[in-house]
């Protein structure tokens, strides 16, 4: 698995390509997303578009970043999630738990659609 960061307006996009399985670069993601969380980047993207397989410990790794994410008040959202990949979110029933979208450009719209997480209400 490979992988790229780009920011956009106020969050940040990781594009994943080729097989998710976890391991080393489970690992690596996992140090990324830490660093991000770190410097206050706290809204995630994940697109999953060019992602050509993924096994339970590449979900693991996803479940792990929103929970990093979520806990840090933000949140790690799908993007252009495969049929294969949808199916595979269906089955494990993970599909009611991540917030997905059918662009990256949708996602980034849902971020600003809500209201910051340490804003009050008046």
Known sequence: MNYSVD????A????LKGNVMGGPDGSK?????????????KNVIADLGKVKFMNSSGLGMLIS??????????DLRLANVADRIQSLLIITKLITV???YDSVEEAVESFEEEPPATEEAA
């Open 29 to 41: 993601l996992h140090d990324t997303l830490h660093e991000l969380k770190d410097n206050g980047k």
């Open 7 to 10: 920011e956009r307006y106020n």
């Open 98 to 100: 991540f917030k997905h």
């Open 65 to 74: 970043g929103m929970t990093t994410m979520r806990n840090a008040g933000g």
């Open 12 to 15: 940040v996009v990781i594009k």
